[in-house]
């Protein structure tokens, strides 16, 4: 089945850092990439939408300044959380969608994000 | 705004027996309506979607109905194994390559 590789998978770091993750299609074009944040014991929000080559639509009430996006190419987006404070801490997951009809998004396997 | 239910948080039942989860929705009219299993710490994973048009999907033990006059899908897992208990989310789009809308997620735990 399609893969998606998220990375890094598990980070930590002090509060006012950058923190970048990867997301890539291994083996599948994705015309359109989703960014989520899941807290413990939720759901999973949408946080972006990404085209690639085109600007992120954000969803109501997220921070582009905030959470930048970038999809460069068909196989790789990038979320990166810029000065990162404690409550910014979640599950990052990102998903990818081939743009084809009847297939679904496959998703990343997240990333724990930690600012202390 | 559109609303997602899942019919419970958490759901035990006896390896063998069959679980049914439902999900039901207001205020959105989705094409595709998908089911996904997710483990702790891990994404989730998508398991089989169903078409607006269509009333029923089967893969192996797996199968979901979709009514979209009750606005209400089930899924059902048959023959229920410890290895099954995770967590079930409920998802809809417009289209199977839009933007998806989650349900709260039902907690299943199958018991040996």
């Known amino acids: 089945g399609a893969v998606v590789s998220q990375h890094p998978s598990w980070v930590i770091c002090k509060s006012g850092t950058s923190v970048k993750i990867e997301c890539r299609s291994l083996d599948f074009q994705a015309t359109t990439m989703f960014w989520y944040r899941q807290f413990p014991k939720q759901s999973l929000m949408l946080m972006a939408t990404?085209?690639?080559?085109?600007?992120?639509?954000?969803e109501q009430g997220v921070e582009k300044d905030k959470f930048l996006i970038n999809h460069a190419s068909l196989t790789l987006s990038t979320l990166t959380v810029t000065s990162a404070h404690p409550e910014d801490s979640s599950f990052y997951i990102c998903?990818?969608?081939?743009?084809?009809?009847?297939?679904?998004?496959?998703f990343g396997d997240g990333t724990r994000l930690s600012i202390l | 705004s559109q609303k997602i239910e899942q019919n419970s948080e958490a759901l035990n039942i006896q390896e063998g027996k069959t679980a049914t989860l439902t999900c039901n929705y207001t205020n959105y009219s989705p094409a595709y309506l998908q089911w996904y299993r997710q483990d702790p710490g891990r994404g989730p994973v998508f398991l089989l979607l169903?078409?607006?048009?269509?009333k029923e999907k089967r893969k192996e033990r797996l199968k979901v109905t979709f009514d979209t006059t009750l606005k209400q899908s089930l899924f059902h897992i048959t023959a229920s194994q410890p290895a099954d208990s995770a967590t079930y989310l409920c998802a809809l789009a417009k289209t199977s390559y839009d933007k998806v809308i989650f349900g709260p997620g039902t907690s299943l735990s199958v018991i040996p």
């Open positions: 169903i078409r607006e048009n269509e």
């Open positions: 998903s990818a969608s081939s743009g084809v009809d009847n297939q679904p998004q496959h």
């Open positions: 990404s085209n690639e080559g085109s600007k992120a639509t954000y």
